[in-house]
């Protein structure tokens, strides 16, 4: 057995960890910049405990950025970066979902060296730029599944470019994750459903992709079981915290193990459509691609799928995998097809040409290789609902 394993990252979980940010924060100085979204950390007070903490253990300056939208875009990191430099701040504290750690993570590397956010990105050639410097960055989730709190991606999207792109570098890592399940609380069915659907994604593809890494998998196995197990409940029982609890726990296991074993053809494959459409939740669009993906995929890595099936509940059967996945979907509510997300069929070729262009360098790591009208037909298939 052979593997690699590199997470800089301390965790603290539990109820009432939120709390801790000020104690934390102190290490890294006392001017302090917390990026968050417009609404939920406000209505929902996790903005304001933060803020306590903050203050009570002597922060001097605690700044608010909450200017971050859903599918969050290069220019809200440039904008919060000029500040994070202008009023020498010494740390950055991410509050929200996904777009909010992303976009923090992006503060921490952007604000600490030369350029603007979308010089860091990943594109198949590389990123134009590379970071050599990175501002202290704690991230403190209020959603179970992005799992950015421990890990090195922030996705980005240029809305001038139509384009959404990873940044992934070693200094993009958060210092500390503080992971409160009490904070996904007042996440209603709905985004709980999404969101989780994120994680599921994430450990699905990071367990079958062709790289090879025996702990991340087992993470990944482990964050199966849970969400199969869970998730269903959280989207009940809003206000079940032991569900809660489990899924804010196997959110993370899904995030370490994409950090060490990527993604795949899914996430290629929705990147642009929530790029040309920022509408489109995330994963909402990894649900309406994922059936049609995986009947794609299962025969390039049979035993993997078939053990997926067997953790969903299904016989051990790699096709049995399709089933699998197209059941959970629909028992959460998420068994989605692109058109009625208002993807526009003509847009379908265009789409299948970003991914050749910005996603090419997963094709060699999905469990079957993609060629350009593969993709085109995926589409397809995946905006009729097939
Ligand atoms: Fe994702």
Redesign the pocket.
């Known amino acids: 057995m052979n593997f690699e394993f590199y997470l800089p990252v301390e965790i603290l979980f539990g109820v009432g960890v939120v709390d801790k940010v000020g104690q934390v924060g102190k290490r890294f100085g006392y001017r302090v910049l917390v990026v968050t979204g417009r609404k939920s950390t406000k209505e929902n007070g996790a903005l304001d405990r933060v803020i306590q903490s903050l203050k009570t253990n002597g922060a001097e300056e605690v700044l608010v950025f909450d200017r971050i939208e859903p599918n969050p875009t290069d220019k809200s990191v440039n904008s919060a970066s000029e500040i994070v430099v202008r009023e020498k701040v010494d740390y950055i504290v991410g509050l929200g979902g996904?777009s909010s750690l992303d976009s923090a993570k992006a503060v921490g590397l952007v604000s600490s060296n030369e350029g603007c956010a979308w010089d860091y990105v990943n594109y198949p050639e590389g990123p134009r730029l590379v970071p050599f410097l990175n501002r202290p960055v704690i991230c403190i989730p209020t959603t179970a599944?992005?799992g950015s709190e421990v890990n090195r991606y922030s996705?980005l999207s240029n809305p001038i470019r139509k384009e959404k792109m990873v940044i992934s570098h070693s200094l993009n890592y958060p210092k500390v994750a503080l992971i409160d399940p009490s904070l996904t609380l007042s996440m209603d069915g709905k985004l709980t459903a999404i969101t989780g659907v994120?994680a599921l994604?994430?450990a699905l593809e990071s367990l079958t992709n062709r790289l090879s890494n025996p702990l991340a998998e087992d993470l990944a196995v482990r964050a199966i079981a849970l969400i199969k197990k869970w998730l269903p409940v959280a989207v009940e029982e809003p206000q079940n915290l032991e569900a809660r609890t489990y899924m804010s726990y196997a959110a993370m296991l899904a995030g370490i193990a994409i950090d060490r074993k990527r993604?795949a053809l899914i996430?290629g494959m929705?990147h642009p459509v929530s790029a040309h459409y920022p509408q489109v939740a995330?994963?909402e669009g990894?649900a309406a691609l994922a059936v049609a993906v995986t009947e794609f995929n299962y025969r390039g890595n049979p035993e993997k799928y078939a053990l997926f099936a067997e953790l969903m509940g299904y016989p051990p059967e790699p096709h049995m995998a399709v089933r699998a996945l197209e059941d959970f979907l629909c028992k959460v509510g998420m068994r989605l097809s692109l058109k009625e997300l208002g993807v526009e069929r003509e847009k379908l070729e265009r789409l299948a040409e970003d991914v050749y262009m910005l996603a090419r360098g997963l094709f060699p790591i999905n469990p079957v290789e993609p060629t350009l009208e593969d993709i085109h037909r995926l589409y397809e298939k995946a905006y009729e609902g097939y």
């Open positions: 996904g599944g992005t996705v994120d994604m994430h993604v996430h929705e995330h994963a990894l």
